[in-house]
């Protein structure tokens, strides 16, 4: 279970609702949760409480525009006014520099999932010192020519209402678009999950499902072209230990190949520890889909594996 929550103030202004377990037995490491995309940090408890057991801290927080989070210039749905990208940034390090502090010494790896994964990939790129592992579940940072339209789409939508409003055909073309592709579906959000437990649990909560704003959807895509570029990726280095994950059945990673899209570019930039899992009957939400257990593991190992390294190395 996630203690109670805490309310932490971040330099950029935001109040940070952030949720936490503590590890449980002999302390291993420290696991920053980064969710997705018109959800929140609370949706990451059972994924937190198991990783509890198995020695590690976990910090989970609302990104900006999400959750119970709260900032002066960021209402649900959007970053911020402006410079979005580096102020959610800015407060993924927020947390991680407050774990730290309050678990010295110990490594610290940062997980994401979709959107969250657009944002460790990049924070982890813009402070490469701070983390000593990063994962990167469902997330696509090859949105290629249809990409580029959307931008295009955006910056016309920008000009002609404003970037504070939700976007009007952007959800049509992701969200509504991937509902549609599930064969026999029952819900437009049956492509989050085989578990209609879990689909109807997304629908019910008030604080899911909603429409980003135009900033909000450029800021992704900032976050999509930016973080796989060659230079970006050269800022890591070339050891730094990252986990993979895709759905085969996943509308939004293109079934799982932007996922494999993602390792290639890694590797022929250089990286040389890539962990890449597909799972192939599992859709977006492989944390809420069957077949759970196998990858929460599967990651939990990983885990253990890059801190016990990075413990050794520090003794």
Same mark, same amino acid.
């Given at each position: 279970?996630?203690?109670?929550?805490?309310?932490?103030?971040?330099?950029?202004?935001?109040? +940070?609702?952030? #949720?936490?377990?503590?590890? $449980?037995?002999?302390?291993?490491?420290?696991?920053? =949760?980064?969710?997705?995309?018109?959800?929140? %940090?609370?949706?990451?408890?059972?994924?937190?409480?198991?990783?509890?057991?198995?020695?590690?801290?976990? #910090?989970? /927080?609302?990104?900006?525009?999400?959750?119970?989070?709260?900032?002066?210039?960021?209402?649900?749905?959007?970053?911020?006014?402006?410079?979005?990208? @580096?102020?959610?940034?800015?407060?993924? !390090?927020?947390?991680?520099?407050?774990?730290?502090?309050?678990?010295?010494?110990?490594?610290?790896?940062?997980?994401? /999932?979709?959107?969250?994964?657009?944002?460790? =990939?990049?924070?982890?790129?813009?402070?490469? $010192? +701070?983390?000593?592992?990063?994962?990167?579940?469902?997330?696509?940072?090859?949105?290629?020519?249809?990409?580029?339209?959307? &931008?295009?789409?955006? %910056?016309?939508?920008?000009?002609?209402?404003? $970037?504070?409003?939700?976007?009007?055909?952007?959800?049509? =073309?992701?969200?509504?678009?991937?509902?549609?592709?599930?064969?026999?579906?029952?819900?437009?959000?049956?492509?989050?999950?085989?578990?209609?437990?879990?689909?109807?649990? #997304?629908?019910?909560?008030?604080? !899911?499902?909603?429409?980003?704003?135009?900033? +909000?959807?450029?800021?992704?895509?900032?976050? %999509?072209?930016?973080?796989? $570029?060659?230079? &970006? +990726? @050269?800022?890591?280095?070339?050891?730094?230990?990252?986990?993979?994950?895709?759905?085969?059945?996943?509308?939004?990673?293109?079934?799982?190949?932007?996922?494999?899209?993602?390792?290639?570019?890694?590797?022929?930039?250089?990286?040389?520890?890539?962990?890449?899992?597909?799972?192939?009957?599992?859709? /977006?939400?492989?944390?809420?889909?069957?077949?759970?257990?196998?990858?929460?593991?599967?990651? %939990?190992?990983? !885990?253990?594996?890059?801190?016990?390294? &990075?413990?050794?190395?520090?003794?």
């Amino acid at each position: 279970m996630f203690d109670e929550m805490r309310r932490v103030s971040s330099p950029t202004g935001a109040t +940070l609702a952030l #949720y936490g377990v503590t590890a $449980s037995g002999e302390e291993r490491g420290i696991v920053l =949760l980064s969710h997705g995309l018109s959800e929140h %940090a609370a949706r990451y408890e059972r994924f937190a409480t198991f990783l509890a057991t198995r020695g590690f801290h976990v #910090y989970a /927080h609302d990104h900006r525009g999400h959750g119970l989070t709260t900032a002066p210039d960021a209402p649900l749905g959007r970053f911020s006014a402006r410079d979005g990208v @580096a102020n959610v940034v800015r407060d993924v !390090c927020a947390i991680r520099d407050l774990a730290a502090e309050e678990h010295p010494g110990l490594p610290i790896v940062l997980f994401g /999932h979709s959107m969250g994964g657009l944002i460790a =990939l990049n924070t982890v790129e813009a402070e490469p $010192s +701070l983390f000593d592992g990063v994962a990167v579940w469902n997330s696509n940072f090859n949105p290629g020519i249809a990409g580029r339209g959307g &931008q295009a789409i955006l %910056a016309i939508e920008k000009m002609l209402k404003g $970037s504070d409003v939700p976007s009007g055909l952007l959800p049509q =073309l992701t969200f509504a678009t991937w509902g549609k592709s599930i064969s026999g579906g029952k819900t437009p959000f049956d492509w989050l999950s085989h578990d209609e437990a879990e689909v109807a649990k #997304y629908i019910a909560d008030p604080l !899911c499902g909603f429409d980003a704003s135009v900033s +909000l959807w450029i800021d992704l895509f900032s976050m %999509a072209y930016g973080g796989a $570029s060659a230079a &970006q +990726l @050269a800022r890591l280095s070339p050891m730094l230990p990252v986990h993979l994950v895709g759905g085969g059945e996943d509308p939004a990673t293109n079934r799982a190949r932007e996922t494999a899209w993602l390792a290639k570019r890694m590797e022929t930039c250089g990286m040389r520890d890539v962990t890449t899992r597909i799972y192939p009957t599992m859709r /977006h939400e492989t944390l809420n889909d069957v077949g759970r257990e196998a990858a929460m593991a599967d990651f %939990a190992g990983w !885990c253990e594996r890059v801190c016990a390294q &990075q413990n050794t190395a520090k003794v």
